[in-house]
Protein backbone atom coordinates (compact mmCIF):
# COMPACT_ATOMS: atom_id res chain seq x y z
CA UNK A 1 0.00 0.00 0.00
CA UNK A 2 1.22 3.60 -1.05
CA UNK A 3 -0.63 6.57 -0.25
CA UNK A 4 0.69 9.09 -3.09
CA UNK A 5 0.13 12.78 -2.46
CA UNK A 6 -0.11 15.87 -4.57
CA UNK A 7 -1.30 18.90 -5.62
CA UNK A 8 1.45 20.94 -3.71
CA UNK A 9 3.07 24.24 -4.88
CA UNK A 10 3.42 28.10 -4.68
CA UNK A 11 0.47 30.60 -4.39
CA UNK A 12 -0.19 33.99 -3.15
CA UNK A 13 -2.19 34.47 -0.07
CA UNK A 14 -5.57 34.34 -0.83
CA UNK A 15 -5.19 31.62 -3.54
CA UNK A 16 -6.31 27.87 -3.70
CA UNK A 17 -4.91 24.58 -3.85
CA UNK A 18 -6.63 21.00 -4.22
CA UNK A 19 -4.38 18.43 -2.67
CA UNK A 20 -4.64 14.39 -3.36
CA UNK A 21 -4.06 11.54 -1.74
CA UNK A 22 -4.58 8.60 -3.58
CA UNK A 23 -4.27 5.21 -2.01
CA UNK A 24 -2.66 2.58 -4.15
CA UNK A 25 -3.04 -0.86 -3.88
CA UNK A 26 -5.50 -0.44 -0.60
CA UNK A 27 -8.30 -2.99 -1.07
CA UNK A 28 -11.85 -1.28 -1.27
CA UNK A 29 -12.58 -3.11 2.55
CA UNK A 30 -9.87 -1.07 4.26
CA UNK A 31 -10.43 2.54 2.68
CA UNK A 32 -13.76 2.69 3.01
CA UNK A 33 -14.01 1.97 6.84
CA UNK A 34 -10.82 3.95 7.48
CA UNK A 35 -10.56 7.29 9.17
CA UNK A 36 -9.05 9.87 7.07
CA UNK A 37 -6.50 13.04 7.72
CA UNK A 38 -4.70 15.29 6.59
CA UNK A 39 -1.47 16.87 8.72
CA UNK A 40 0.88 19.29 8.36
CA UNK A 41 4.55 20.22 9.39
CA UNK A 42 5.66 23.99 9.08
CA UNK A 43 9.42 24.83 9.36
CA UNK A 44 10.47 24.85 13.26
CA UNK A 45 7.03 23.20 14.18
CA UNK A 46 5.41 20.16 15.16
CA UNK A 47 3.33 17.96 12.62
CA UNK A 48 -0.51 19.00 13.36
CA UNK A 49 -3.91 17.93 12.26
CA UNK A 50 -5.60 19.98 9.97
CA UNK A 51 -8.93 18.03 9.03
CA UNK A 52 -10.01 14.54 9.23
CA UNK A 53 -13.06 12.48 7.70
CA UNK A 54 -14.63 9.76 9.56
CA UNK A 55 -16.32 6.71 7.61
CA UNK A 56 -19.89 8.11 8.44
CA UNK A 57 -18.67 11.39 6.87
CA UNK A 58 -18.15 13.27 9.55
CA UNK A 59 -15.76 15.93 9.69
CA UNK A 60 -13.41 17.94 11.89
CA UNK A 61 -10.78 20.99 11.35
CA UNK A 62 -7.87 22.60 12.97
CA UNK A 63 -10.08 26.17 14.04
CA UNK A 64 -7.60 28.36 12.14
CA UNK A 65 -8.72 26.47 8.73
CA UNK A 66 -12.48 25.81 9.25
CA UNK A 67 -14.23 27.72 6.69
CA UNK A 68 -11.42 27.67 3.91
CA UNK A 69 -10.48 24.11 3.83
CA UNK A 70 -12.60 21.33 3.11
CA UNK A 71 -11.70 17.61 3.54
CA UNK A 72 -13.73 14.71 1.31
CA UNK A 73 -13.33 11.18 -0.83
CA UNK A 74 -13.67 9.32 -3.56
CA UNK A 75 -13.92 5.90 -2.38
CA UNK A 76 -14.42 4.82 -5.92
CA UNK A 77 -10.91 6.47 -6.69
CA UNK A 78 -9.81 5.58 -3.32
CA UNK A 79 -8.31 9.07 -3.06
CA UNK A 80 -8.44 11.85 -0.04
CA UNK A 81 -8.33 15.27 -0.85
CA UNK A 82 -7.90 18.78 0.74
CA UNK A 83 -9.67 22.02 -0.91
CA UNK A 84 -8.01 25.08 0.57
CA UNK A 85 -9.16 28.11 -0.26
CA UNK A 86 -8.01 31.83 0.92
CA UNK A 87 -4.93 30.60 1.78
CA UNK A 88 -3.01 32.63 4.28
CA UNK A 89 1.07 32.46 4.66
CA UNK A 90 0.29 30.87 7.71
CA UNK A 91 -0.46 27.99 5.59
CA UNK A 92 2.95 27.03 4.51
CA UNK A 93 3.84 23.31 5.60
CA UNK A 94 4.74 20.01 3.98
CA UNK A 95 0.99 18.52 3.77
CA UNK A 96 0.52 14.75 5.09
CA UNK A 97 -2.77 12.39 4.12
CA UNK A 98 -2.90 9.54 6.52
CA UNK A 99 -5.46 6.36 6.79
CA UNK A 100 -5.59 4.66 9.62
CA UNK A 101 -7.53 1.57 9.48
CA UNK A 102 -8.25 -1.42 11.85
CA UNK A 103 -4.85 -1.90 13.10
CA UNK A 104 -2.91 0.22 10.38
CA UNK A 105 -2.17 3.31 10.51
CA UNK A 106 -0.81 4.65 6.69
CA UNK A 107 0.90 8.06 5.70
CA UNK A 108 1.97 9.70 2.81
CA UNK A 109 5.01 11.46 1.63
CA UNK A 110 4.24 15.15 1.94
CA UNK A 111 3.30 17.85 -0.89
CA UNK A 112 4.99 20.97 0.01
CA UNK A 113 2.52 24.40 0.24
CA UNK A 114 3.77 27.36 -0.02
CA UNK A 115 1.79 30.91 0.69
CA UNK A 116 3.75 34.19 -0.34
CA UNK A 117 2.11 37.74 0.78
Known amino acids: VQLQAYGGGSVQAGGSLKLSCKASGMITSVFNPGRMGWYRQAPGKQRELVAE???????NYQHSVKGRFTISKNSARKTLYLQMDTLEPEDTAVYYC?????????WGRGTLVTVSS
Open 98 to 106: NIKSGSQDY
Open 53 to 59: LAPGGAT
